[in-house]
């Protein structure tokens, strides 16, 4: 499986900006997708996930309220809405597949990751 993110760059404050992920390769019948992020000099964070059953996604308190996953199935894509950004959203965005459904927080559920995109938040 292939995951590839796309839709950074550079914005400022109280901007939004909107991530894609597209799975290709190996389909599985169901999977979860999640989000992380690493800021420079800090470990890679949790941000959200959503299952393959629209179960309602589950996010991190810091972005609560200002991002918003969704996903299309038929297209293997998900999308991290993110509005209201701040200087402190500034990371290196990575999509997950875990294909066992899970999703949440944990890493180690997430067997595939995808190569990252850069969003920078301007004060």
């Known amino acids: 499986v292939q995951l590839q993110a796309s839709g950074g760059g550079l914005v400022q404050a109280g901007g939004s900006l909107r991530l894609s992920c597209a799975a290709s390769g190996r389909t599985f019948g169901s999977y979860a997708m999640g989000w992380f992020r690493q800021a420079p000099g800090k470990e890679r964070e949790f941000v959200g996930s959503?299952?393959?059953?629209?179960?309602?996604?589950v996010y991190a308190d810091s972005v609560k309220g200002r991002f918003t996953i969704s996903r299309d199935n038929a297209k293997m894509k998900v999308h991290l809405q993110m509005n209201s950004l701040k200087p402190e959203d500034t990371a290196v965005y990575y999509c997950?597949?875990?294909?066992?459904?899970?999703?949440?927080?944990?890493?180690?559920?997430?067997?595939?990751w995808g190569q990252g995109t850069q969003v920078t938040v301007s004060s």
């Open positions: 959503i299952s393959w059953r629209f179960e309602r996604p």
């Open positions: 997950a597949l875990d294909r066992y459904s899970r999703g949440g927080a944990y890493e180690s559920r997430y067997e595939y």
